[in-house]
């Protein structure tokens, strides 16, 4: 956050907090009050990380000796909804590539599975910016898929705490090819484990909350969101997630099936994602109809274009 100084500012008070009411009546006695800023120094960078997907609200104080003191308006911003695990920008190919995307997502080289991974780079399918990760599947073939299914997987090098800004929704992106085998051989699951390692391992299935298949089928980039909670419950500590497994097949009972590719950019963690279907008249995007939608509604009314939500 950062301003200007007004002419006769000798420093300035600070206020922040997510209750707009509490931050345009805080003092310097009040929680929402985060110290005094000398002059020169207009700007303040909250200390730690600001919960996923909350509003915040701040107002600035002018302290004017010699005359009286300037009470700023309260402004306010939303934290970022979603943090990124991987977004494929960060690999390389070519001579001198020090950063391989099958180096860090591991395939048939080191797993004994179907699978070979490697870097999709436009005019390839892509979802934001320039790269993204293609991931063939062959559950059938007796040089490489020795289990009948294929997997990748990535281990972090320091574990990870999933939920500790709030993030309540697992995001994959991905995108399919009509040509690709979607049957119950080629169910598209992802994994979790945690620093205890293969005992505590969860996976969730494509079609385990009423998704198709088939979906893997269609050329445009979709969306998968599963509800972080899933994992916890079945007991991954998503404190410190470990490793993370993208696959097709049945891991636990593998058997003979087909083949295909399909690509995935932008795995995230998010505050709030619909896991079921949204309505249509979910204006705001927080996947239920309420008062949001009405305010939003109201606010735009007789503009043109589309709705948004602010």
Known sequence: MSWSAGI??????VYLGTDRDA????????????????????????????????TYYWRIDEVNPGYEDTKGDVWSFTATACLTVDDMESYCTGAGCENKIYDTWLDYEFNSTGSIIGLAITPDP??????????YYDNNDADWALYNYSETQRTFANPSDWVA??????????????????????????????TNGPSSYTELRYGDNGEDMN???????????????????????????AKIYIGFGDRANPAPGGSGTVYFDDIELCYYR?????PNPDLSGDCIVDHKDLQILASQWLDTGTLTAD
């Not at 619909?274 to 949204?278: E, G, K, L, W, Y």
């Open 8 to 13: 006769v500012a000798a420093s300035h008070d």
């Open 274 to 278: 619909c896991i079921q279907p949204t």
């Open 126 to 135: 892509v979802h934001g910016a320039s790269q993204s990760m293609w991931f």
């Open 165 to 194: 800004l709030g993030a309540k929704v697992f995001t994959l992106y991905f995108y399919g090819d009509p040509d690709n085998d979607a049957n119950a051989t080629e169910q598209m699951y992802v994994g979790l484990e945690d």
């Open 215 to 241: 979906d893997i089928k269609i050329s445009e980039w979709q969306q998968w969101n599963i509800d972080l909670g899933d994992f916890n419950d079945a007991g991954v500590d998503l404190t410190n997630v």
């Open 23 to 54: 931050v345009g009546g805080a003092n310097t006695s009040s929680a929402q009050f985060r110290g005094n800023q000398a002059l020169g120094n207009e700007s303040y960078d909250p200390p730690g990380l600001l919960d996923l997907g909350w």
